[in-house]
């Protein structure tokens, strides 16, 4: 069952699944240390990483198994992150989300905007039920993003992520569907 593609945007960013014409600015971004320090983006990253990312993307969108959108300038088209939705449980009705934003685009409220479409989108349209962002204990400004775009924090899990530096303590803040915030976005479905 593949996933209709939302057209999710505000006023300043929009949302959609990456595509090949992205690789160069994705693999730039991602060389930023803070994007391995803080996510599961593997270090060293080239272009070969991008394209298994994209293609990678691609197919998930097909078999509704993940969803994965780069975060661009509204204006503009340019590359400013990405933010997806990660182990999908139909079933359940749960899924995690990650964002990472390009260091040249930080504090300026792009991952808060990312964040809340993406969250309103996947607990509205998409049906999930709750989901998670499990956020490393030594990166407060994601813990902010996350309770800005109206996720609760719930406490720290001990050793909860696997990540290439060992076993990480980790923030689980939740979302639910019950607790969706309004977003002042367009959010249709596209054709």
């Known amino acids: 069952m593949a996933l209709p593609v939302p057209d999710l945007h505000d006023d300043v960013v929009a949302l959609r699944p990456p595509n090949p014409g992205d690789v160069p600015a994705i693999t730039a971004a991602v060389q930023d240390p803070d994007i391995s320090r803080f996510t599961m983006v593997p ?6 990483d991008a394209v298994a990312y994209v293609d990678s993307s691609q197919a998930a969108w097909r078999d509704a198994s993940r ?10 088209g340019t590359l400013l992150g990405a933010v997806g939705v990660h182990h999908l449980d139909h079933a359940a009705g749960t899924a995690e989300v990650g964002y990472w934003v390009a260091s040249t685009a930080r ?11 993406v969250a ?9 039920q709750r989901l998670e962002a499990l956020v490393f204990t ?12 109206g ?7 001990p050793a909860r992520v696997e990540h290439p530096s060992g076993l990480r303590d980790a923030f ?13 976005a367009t959010r249709s479905s596209a054709s």
């Open 120 to 128: 309103g989108w996947a607990l509205g349209d998409l049906g999930l």
């Open 151 to 157: 996720f609760v924090n719930s406490g720290v899990a």
């Open 138 to 149: 030594d990166n407060a400004r994601s813990r902010r993003v996350a309770e800005r775009a």
């Open 43 to 48: 270090s060293p990253y080239d272009e070969a």
């Open 107 to 117: 504090r300026a409220g792009v991952a808060t905007r990312a964040l809340r479409l």
């Open 172 to 184: 689980v803040l939740v979302r639910t569907a019950d607790g969706v915030r309004s977003v002042e």
């Open 67 to 76: 969803v994965s959108f780069v975060i661009v300038e509204r204006a503009t």
